[in-house]
């Protein structure tokens, strides 16, 4: 029996789960505090599920990628026992490697095979979504390690009271936006920051702009063949 979830519609799947995952991130911190916003933030792990299922053939329970949600739910579920202990934020880590791996995934299927689908044209949203939480990530973690990374950012906070600030922070860096209520205080993250700047722009003007080009093109040369 087939996936219901293919090579020709798995974006669309990707990127309601990517907005579904945002929305929920602030309502969470909006309208809960405490255990509500962790559960929020641990829902990130469907994201990542819907991610591998969309990916890979019909086999994907096999493949060893699923060792990492696996091992986020486990660390999720165990990480108010481990924050209490000293926590060394094993669920950030595992998070972000599974966003780096899932985002080099979307983009060998969004670049590197077959025609230009509108498809791809969402996995090319959904590549600049997953970066832009990639960087979330980093932020984070710079936070929590560093103490005062950024201004704007009250310190002693935990990892799920930080990351809805810092998704929030890294969309608006990631479009140039700037409002400035949250900047760079140390010289790595004002790095990072330019760092995401820059290749959102320039992600935004070659990729997705191309990608887009590819495909009206492709469309319109498909439509004069057929008249002829």
Known sequence: MD???SHQDNFV???IALVLLLAGVAMAQQFFAGTMQRLMQSATVITLLVAVWGSHDRHYLF???LIFPVAIVITSTAAYFIENINNLYIHLFLLL???IITARKTATQVLFSGPITWNKILGSICLY???AMIWALIYTLAQLYAGAAFNGVEEGLQ???LLPDFVYF???TITTLGFGDISPSIPMTKF???LEATVGQFYLAILVASLVGGRVTNRSTQEEANHD
């Open 129 to 131: 979504m997953l970066m």
């Open 97 to 99: 490697i599974f966003f």
């Open 170 to 172: 890294s969309f608006v």
């Open 13 to 15: 799947f990707l990127i």
């Open 3 to 5: 996936n219901k979830i």
């Open 63 to 65: 493949r060893s990628s």
């Open 192 to 194: 990072l920051v330019y």
């Open 159 to 161: 990892w799920h009271q």
